[in-house]
């Protein structure tokens, strides 16, 4: 039983471009949610999709948007990137309708903005 | 929205001795409280949690402890390991969303 995958697992950019980074969930999952880590910090919460569409938003600004994919895979996508975006991005997911709260992370990928 | 806190932000300890991480929320209406526990480079893992409607909860040298009414809950280690040593964060999430919000992190050092 595959987990949460997450790819690529490390990128570099530069200020102003795009980035897309890809996620599938854990097999039978339905939601996916994504979160971005600062260095040193805890994960903050981007968006969540389920039924392929945004269902809940935190406090980023539209520069991060996203999609879900009849699959139930997952893009994040992000535009003109910022010194501030350089984190770890984690894609979790779950199944909504049991609303247990349990989230299952991937390894993630690691952004640099230079 | 909700807030998390957590508390200390380092903690070192000897081996074998108990560590004790304390969080509090501000949402009254958040009924899950998960443990994450982060190795440098890794993602967060799930290590145990506890719903609201339970005051403590335990597996093996790892136990967490709910107080509703302060909003507070505590993640407790004994005999601790030096493969205990990593960040631990806490999260919380209201009833509806699966949003978690988690706290600051613990760096938890086990010295051998």
């Known amino acids: 039983d595959a987990g949460v995958t997450q790819s690529p697992t490390h990128l570099i950019k530069t200020r102003g471009q795009q980035v897309t980074l890809r996620c599938s969930p854990k097999s039978g999952h339905d939601t996916v949610s994504w979160y971005q880590q600062a260095l040193g910090q805890g994960p903050q919460f981007i968006f969540q999709?389920?039924?392929?569409?945004?269902?809940q938003r935190g406090n980023f600004p539209d520069r991060f948007s996203g999609h879900q994919f009849p699959n139930y895979s997952s893009e994040l996508n992000v535009n003109a990137l910022l010194l501030g975006d350089s984190a770890l991005y984690l894609c979790?997911?779950?199944?909504?309708?049991?609303?247990?709260?349990?989230?299952?992370f991937g390894e993630g990928s690691r952004l640099t903005v230079l | 929205g909700e807030n998390v806190e957590q508390h200390p932000s380092t903690l070192s300890v000897q081996e074998g001795d108990s560590a004790v991480i304390k969080c509090t929320y501000s949402?009254?209406?958040?009924?899950?409280f998960p443990w994450y526990k982060q190795e440098l480079g890794k993602r967060p893992q799930l290590i145990i949690d506890?719903?609201?409607?339970?005051g403590e909860k335990k597996d093996q040298r790892i136990a967490v402890t709910l107080n509703k009414t302060a909003k507070h809950f505590s993640l407790h280690i004994t005999e601790t390991q030096p493969e205990d040593s990593a960040v631990y964060f806490c999260?919380?999430?209201?009833?509806?969303?699966?949003?978690?919000?988690f706290g600051g992190g613990t760096r938890l050092m086990v010295k051998p």
């Open positions: 949402d009254s209406a958040s009924n899950y």
């Open positions: 979790a997911s779950s199944l909504v309708w049991r609303y247990t709260g349990e989230l299952f």
């Open positions: 999709y389920y039924e392929e569409e945004e269902r």
């Open positions: 506890i719903r609201s409607n339970v």
């Open positions: 999260a919380a999430l209201r009833a509806a969303g699966n949003m978690l919000t």
